[in-house]
């Protein structure tokens, strides 16, 4: 267990860009229910749970039944888009990904994103070979912050928290890794402040030694 080495990715974001194929799909399906929603309402809720999307713009009308009615139409047509469209990894990602597995790191998805999203992404992205364990929205009670979606992952890889880093895009992603005691690497795209260990604006962009040199670092757990 001490010779692992773990690299915990978050997916939309930071290995992908995947807000076109959401706003789409998040569109199309309430124009359906007949609640259309503007572009402002997609961004200011992109990232969190469905549930919590949809009782922000559905209010009472947001019974259990309507919103995994909803949030499983949605989910579909998202599929439906990657799999007839492609997705790119971000700049960086595909060189990073063969890297690290080349060398012996194990790699991990932890996400907020339903199982069969990320298989269908890790699929079009030609990546599913690279990843030993995958950690989604049904693996996990707390999202992030809560550290649970990357202790899992560790758990699954074998790896202890000192051993495994995490890539972010998202405030709450870093501070995710932080609570379950890990160093992270932030991929902030559009120039806001993360509170990672190591901060670029594109993985392209990351030391070719930045995750050996973490694993230098020392951090302690939280006490929870």
Same mark, same amino acid.
């Given at each position: ?18 807000? /076109? ?13 007949? %609640?259309? *929603?503007?572009? #402002? ?10 549930? +919590? ?13 309507? *919103? ?8 579909? /047509?998202?599929? #439906? ?20 597995? #080349? ?16 298989? @269908?992404?890790?699929? !079009? ?7 030993? !364990?995958?950690? +989604? !929205? ?26 495994? *880093? %995490? %890539? ?19 991929? +902030? ?8 260990? *190591?901060? @670029? ?10 995750? #050996? ?12």
């Amino acid at each position: 267990m001490r010779d692992v080495r773990a690299v915990l990715w978050d997916m939309d974001g930071t290995l992908i860009d995947s807000a /076109e194929f959401h706003w789409i799909s998040w569109r199309d399906t309430m124009q359906k229910e007949g %609640v259309p *929603i503007r572009h #402002e309402q997609f961004l200011a809720t992109f990232g969190q749970r469905n549930d +919590s999307i949809l009782q922000q713009w559905l209010g009472a009308a947001a019974t259990p039944e309507r *919103i995994e009615r909803i949030g499983s139409a949605k989910e579909q /047509e998202y599929r #439906e888009l990657v799999r007839k469209h492609g997705m790119k990894p971000l700049p960086g990602v595909a060189v990073w990904l063969k890297r690290l597995h #080349e060398s012996g790191w194990l790699q991990a998805i932890g996400s907020a994103a339903p199982r069969e999203n990320i298989e @269908v992404v890790l699929e !079009a992205v030609s990546a599913t070979h690279l990843f030993q !364990a995958i950690v +989604s !929205a049904e693996d996990v009670h707390h999202g992030k912050p809560d550290p649970e979606v990357y202790l899992i992952a560790a758990s699954r890889l074998g790896a202890p928290p000192a051993r495994s *880093i %995490v %890539v972010e895009d998202a405030v709450a992603g870093v501070e995710a890794a932080r609570r379950a005691g890990m160093h992270s690497v932030g991929v +902030s795209r559009n120039g806001k402040h993360l509170p990672a260990d *190591i901060v @670029v604006q594109s993985l392209d962009q990351l030391p070719a030694n930045a995750f #050996e040199a973490l694993l230098l670092l020392t951090r302690l757990p939280e006490n929870h």
